[in-house]
T-cell receptor, first 117, second 115 residues
Framework: NAGVTQTPKFQVLKTGQSMTLQCAQDMNHEYMSWYRQDPGMGLRLIHYSVGAGITDQGEVPNGYNVSRSTTEDFPLRLLSAAPSQTSVYFC????????????????FGPGTRLLVL | AQSVTQPDIHITVSEGASLELRCNYSYGATPYLFWYVQSPGQGLQLLLKYFSGDTLVQGIKGFEAEFKRSQSSFNLRKPSVHWSDAAEYFCAVGGTTSGTYKYIFGTGTRLKVLA
């Protein structure tokens, strides 16, 4: 049981380049999400998905695309990288519980550190 | 507007001392509250969560938190800190607004433990 895995661990891009951050989970969680973490700003939600074929925007979606074709995978795409997208990106998946929340407990991957020059 | 405030950016305590990390939230409906811990270079791990019922919740690693509705607070406590507790701690609130699921994190408190 690997949990939530992210690749790559570190990436350097030039402005304007595109890339996809990969995220996979083996816990059969319906809920998956992407956050970015910047110094002094905590974690901010980029996009999330409540199941295959269903995605929605979070707090900071501009410049990022997502899709969810399977339960296991939730890739994050940067179509044209900008220096403002330099950050640490975390993927998380979650399971429902007794509350109305779609994910009472979120399990985080180890993160991808992205540098855009 | 929904928000989470962690007023202390850095906290330093001596090993064996007690710890309290502050968290205040602003949320229109009944909040679902969380504390996560992040060790250097790692992802976040859930320490504890509060949804309803007893306002004092116990978590992993000896941590507890108390929900105080009147003060809109959810402070994290530990009676005796260990050197391994040095990490960054995030308070978060979750819920749904107009059918959209939201998880809002605070900016974090970095804990340093002195030997």
């Amino acid at each position: 049981n690997a949990g939530v895995t992210q690749t790559p661990k570190f990436q350097v891009l030039k402005t304007g380049q595109s890339m996809t951050l990969q995220c996979a989970q083996d816990m059969n969680h319906e809920y998956m999400s992407w956050y970015r973490q910047d110094p002094g700003m905590g974690l901010r939600l980029i996009h999330y998905s409540v199941g295959a074929g269903i995605t929605d925007q979070g707090e900071v979606p501009n410049g990022y695309n997502v899709s969810r074709s399977t339960t296991e995978d939730f890739p994050l795409r940067l179509l044209s990288a900008a220096p403002s997208q330099t950050s640490v990106y975390f993927c998380a998946s979650g399971s429902p519980g007794t509350s109305s929340l779609v994910a009472e407990t979120q399990y985080f991957g180890p993160g991808t550190r992205l540098l855009v020059l | 507007a929904q928000s989470v405030t962690q007023p202390d950016i850095h906290i330093t305590v001596s090993e064996g001392a007690s710890l309290e990390l502050r968290c205040n939230y602003s949320y229109g409906a009944t909040p679902y509250l969380f504390w996560y811990v992040q060790s250097p270079g790692q992802g976040l791990q859930l320490l504890l969560k509060y949804f309803s019922g007893d306002t004092l919740v116990q978590g992993i690693k000896g941590f507890e938190a108390e929900f105080k509705r009147s003060q809109s607070s959810f402070n994290l406590r530990k009676p005796s800190v260990h050197w391994s507790d040095a990490a960054e701690y995030f308070c978060a609130v979750g819920g749904t607004t107009s059918g959209t699921y939201k998880y809002i994190f605070g900016t974090g408190t970095r804990l340093k433990v002195l030997a």
